[in-house]
Structures are given as C-alpha cells and as structure tokens.
C-alpha cells in the first residue's frame, strides 16, 4: 500500500493511512494446497498483503514410524526409511544402515562403501532437481520445471539399474548392499551423466539469471546464521548464511574422505542463495559420481557384503546342502540380526541436511528405539522467522527452498 | 552407566569439573561422549554448554526420549548438542518419573528445543516447564494418549473422523 502511494506525494498517503480501515485478516492455506508441495499447513495472519504472524501446522502424514520400526526386526526398519523422503529413499537407508553398524561394530567392504556413495550422491542430485524445479513451477515456471523431472527420470533410470527400484529401493543392507553394480553400469552412467550435465546447462540458462525468478527469491526469507544455529538449522539453507558445515567433511563416514568435491556457501542466507547452492551442490555430487566410478571400475567384481555372521544371510548353497546353513538361513529370515545392548547416534548429510539416528538396543532383535532425526521438521521450524512482515508471495519460494518433505517431517 | 569418569573425552572432563553434583553417571561408548544428569540441572548443564569457552555447543540438535517401561524413573530424555565452531558432540541424558515426567525446558536457551520438546510431550506425555507453547505437534489435540509410551498398544486406532458409510 505505501509502496504504491508513495510515488503520487505525501499529501495523498497520508489521505489513504487515514481513511482506509485495514483490519488484519487470517488465511488458511493448506493441508493440501496447490502452489506448495508438502502438506502442511500455514495460518497465516495477514495485514493487507503482509504477513504479520504465521502459524505452521504439520503432522498431516505422521504414520507412527518410530512405533512401527519398534515393533518389527532391525531389518524391517529398512524400508521405512525409504519412505522418509521420497526424493532421496537411499540417503536414509544409508544412515539408519551406518547407525545399526555402528552398534554392531561393524565394517563393510570396501566396494559396498563405495556404492553406497555412489547411490547416496544420484539421490542427492536427484532431491535437488525435485527442489529447484519444482520451485520454478510454483512460481509459474514450467519448463524450467520439466528440464528438471527428465534430469531426474535419468537419475531414477540409473538408480533402478543400480538398486532395481527406481522411488523407494530399499537398496542399502546391515553390512552391505543388495546387489553388486551391474557390469555395464559405469557406460550407461557417464552416457547419461552427460545428458544430465545438458539439463542442468538448460536449466540454467532459464532460470539463474531470469529476472522474474531472481526477483522473486532475492532477499526473501533470509535467516541469519546466529539464528540457524539456534534453530539447528542445518543443510544448504545453513550453507547459504555462509557457514560451511557438511558432514562428509566435518565427520567423514564411508569414504568421503578420499573423494574430491567442494562444499559451496552462500553469503546472505536468502532463498537465490540457496538456489545458488543447491545447484553448486549437484555439480559437486556428479563429480563423486565420477569419482565413485572410476574407484569402483578400479578395484573390479568383489563382495559387497560382509562376511560377518550375525547379519549375513548364508549363501544358497549352504543352505540347500548343510543342516547348519538351513538353521541359519531360517533364523536369519524369521528373526534377523541381534544387535548388542547399547545406544548410539549417526548422522549423516542429507540433501536437506543432517539426518540423524538414534538407536537403543536391549540386545534383542527387536530395536528398542528408533529416533530419526528429520531435517525437514527442524529446518521447518524457524519458517515463521523468516517470513515476518514479507509478502504473502514469498511464502511460496521460502517454502520451496526449505524443501520440507511430509514423510520425513511428520514420520 | 556407572562410573562418573571422563573416558578420556575434554567435553565430559569439563562437565564433571564445573558441575559435580549435577552429572550422575557417563560412558563413551561407541565414541559417543555421554552424561546423565539429574533432571533439575538440565538448564544449568545446557547453559554451561553452551556459553562456557571451549565447549561451545551452539545447537541442540536433537531431542528425544526413550521409554524404559518397568524401570524408574520410566522416562529418559535424550539431548543430543552439537558444536559446529570445534566439531564435537555430546549427549546429555536425564530421566524422570512416570508419576512425575516433567523437567525444565530448554527454549529459552535454544529455539529449536521447541518443536522437539512439543513432540516428545506429544508422543511419551513429557512436560517441559517453562515450554511457551506446549500442544500437542505431530497428532491432533483430541488424541488421547501418547503413542510411543511402550504401554500404548500398536494396533490401537483413534480416528479423529469415523468411517463414511
């Protein structure tokens, strides 16, 4: 309202200030709102087209996870976490795998390792894509949008020859991974990666300098580092207030250590910051891609499972042939692994940041807690800091860019 | 759980030296540096964690609580710190009673201990004193009962809108 009087002279606003009754109104947008994917949803208490207070509202899409995980084996935990977040099934099997290792004590082969990286960086690339581009859409972009989903399609296409599911792959085991990597798998990853780095070309040439987009998201939802701290906010929303925290480097687990990327920040900490990282980061992840390949073609066709008994089930001849074998076989398929009394934490980066498990174990096979720490809840939190007094129309990037996910907020 | 040793770690080491009383047990374990306080002191012990120089655990990162049905104190509630400046972590435990699961809450000292504390009063019916704004977060208020308590039978169903016929 000022914005648009201003120009016409003082005498006229004042006119306006005065006459013109505003009375705060309450909008609801959501649980299932069309421009936010995600369902949540936000009362939002606006003063002309300001928001003056915003309340969110999650838990739409809790369905007990932790209670379900509690009552099964260590084993069938796995495939909830693909149900987390179904941008990135593999980045929370990795991290729930690691934590049940760290109990057992456990190390894994070197080649399951390094196919785990290798999964873990096409599912980050391809929970990046889902963000950036579907941002683009709603802020009424759609090719951008679609550059995006056939990026990610390519990335799904190379994660189903690796795991064999494309959303939900259930891919990552205690002590290992479901299959070895086919053997034509390295051709038909750099011919696609090649497609891939095509898109994010295209992508880029709409979108990074576009005026419409940069408006939009330039200086919108800003959050300070000291806030995100207090807020624990962590992932590219805390990189791009500059701080460069990334658990592959600050605590590195599988074999981040001997790989080569970068971790790109931001200055400011507003949401074409955090666009600028997302996309930093996918080019850093193709190149551990590369990195993971060429490890991979080195050490050539190896176990990809550990030897070590209390996980592993025994090999099918074994187990057609040996009493023993059928015995284990049948306790392993019944029961599953019994993990030492204990309690430990793992975190992991997640594409949205750090996504930690909490495990206690009272020596059974039936964990006795399963606490996933979502990145998606807590970064969600401070959301209402960052929108005060801004514009209704930047709710839609703030959210976009925070990139909550419902399985994974809600659980 | 015993023992009130330092297991080699600075972080514990500075706990026990500036706050004797208030750590009732530690263990390393799996390289995770732990305490378990007595619950009044929680506010004490976060504060000291926070602004005591080289400790400096700028975030809770997380927060939750296990529910150890048949012993007392039943509940314990499980702070995870993390200090981004020196890259350490630390967790901090404190239990409580079944006929008493309330501590103090740490909002105040840190912005995210509010939905997490939220959640584990919603789902394990721990109160947290001093919480601003204590509501159910991930279930709807009419919910009875909290469902992670381990008394809480899986199978057990409240929708909040019947079947349509």
Not at chain 1, 14 to 41: C, W, Y
Not at chain 1, 393 to 405: E, G, R, S, V
Request: proline share 6%.
């Amino acid at each position: 309202m000022a914005g648009a009087t201003q120009g016409r002279g003082g005498g006229l606003a004042e006119d306006f200030e005065r006459d013109l009754h505003i009375e705060r109104q309450t909008l609801n947008m959501g649980p299932s709102h069309p421009a936010t994917h995600g369902t949540v949803k936000f009362l939002v208490e606006l003063d002309g087209e300001n928001i003056a207070d915003i309340d969110v509202q999650v838990g739409y899409l809790h369905r007990g996870f932790e209670k379900e995980c509690e009552s099964g084996s260590w084993y069938q935990a796995i495939p909830y976490t693909d149900r987390l977040n179904y941008n990135s099934a593999v980045l929370a099997n990795v991290g729930f795998c690691l934590a049940v290792e760290k109990l057992l004590g456990l190390e894994t082969p070197i080649r399951c390792q390094w196919q785990r990286v290798l999964a873990s960086e096409l599912s980050r690339v391809g929970d990046h894509l889902t963000r950036c581009g579907a941002a683009c859409l709603e802020l009424q972009a759609m090719t951008p949008f679609l550059y995006g989903i056939e990026a990610r399609e390519l990335i799904w296409d190379l994660l189903e020859s690796l795991c064999g599911a494309r959303v939900t792959s259930n891919y990552v085991r205690i002590g290992g991974v479901k299959h070895a990597m086919p053997e034509s798998f390295p051709a038909q990853c750099r011919e696609l990666l090649s497609k891939i780095r095509a898109l994010l070309a295209d992508f880029d040439a709409v979108v990074t300098s576009n005026r419409i987009f940069v408006d939009r998201l330039k200086d919108t939802g800003v959050i300070s580092q000291q806030d995100c701290l207090r807020y624990a906010v962590t992932g590219p929303i805390l990189r791009s207030t500059g701080v460069p925290l990334d658990l592959r480097k600050a605590e590195p687990y599988l074999t981040y250590a001997e790989i080569d990327f970068d971790v790109p920040i931001g200055e400011v900490g507003d949401n074409y910051d955090r666009y600028l990282v997302c996309v930093e980061e996918m080019q850093q992840s193709l190149r551990i891609v590369e990195q993971c390949l060429a490890k991979l073609e080195e050490l050539g066709p190896g176990p990809v499972d550990t030897l070590d008994l209390r996980v592993r089930w025994p090999a099918k001849a074994r187990v057609f042939d040996q009493m023993e074998g059928l015995i284990q076989q049948f306790k392993s398929v019944t029961e599953g692994p019994r993990v030492p009394a204990g309690e430990g934490y793992l975190a992991i980066e997640s594409a949205n940041g750090e996504l930690g498990f909490y495990l206690v174990s009272d020596g059974s096979e039936v964990p006795t807690k399963v606490r996933c720490r979502p990145p998606s809840f807590i970064n969600l939190a401070p959301m209402p800091l960052m929108l005060r007094g801004a514009l209704l129309a930047d709710l839609i990037p703030t959210f976009d860019f925070i990139n909550m996910i419902g399985g994974e907020c809600d659980r | 759980m015993t023992t009130r040793d330092d297991h080699g770690s600075p972080v514990l080491s500075r706990l026990l030296e500036a706050l004797p009383a208030a750590v009732l047990a530690t263990h390393a374990r799996l390289g995770d540096a732990t305490a378990r306080v007595d619950p009044a002191c929680i506010v004490e012990v976060a504060k000291l964690l926070r602004d005591a120089s080289g400790l400096e655990f700028e975030m809770l990162t997380d927060l939750t609580a296990v529910d150890y049905l048949g012993e007392e104190p039943r509940f314990e509630v499980v702070y995870h710190f993390y200090s981004v400046a020196r890259n350490q972590r630390v967790r901090i435990k404190a239990r409580v009673s079944e006929a008493e699961p309330r501590l103090p809450s740490l909002v105040p000292l840190y912005a995210s201990a509010d939905w997490m504390e939220r959640e584990v009063f919603d789902l394990y019916g721990v109160r947290f004193v001093g919480h601003p704004n204590l509501k159910r977060i991930l279930l709807y208020d009419e919910f009875e009962g909290h469902p992670l308590r381990k008394d809480y039978a899986k199978a057990a169903r409240q929708p909040l809108i019947g079947p349509r016929n």
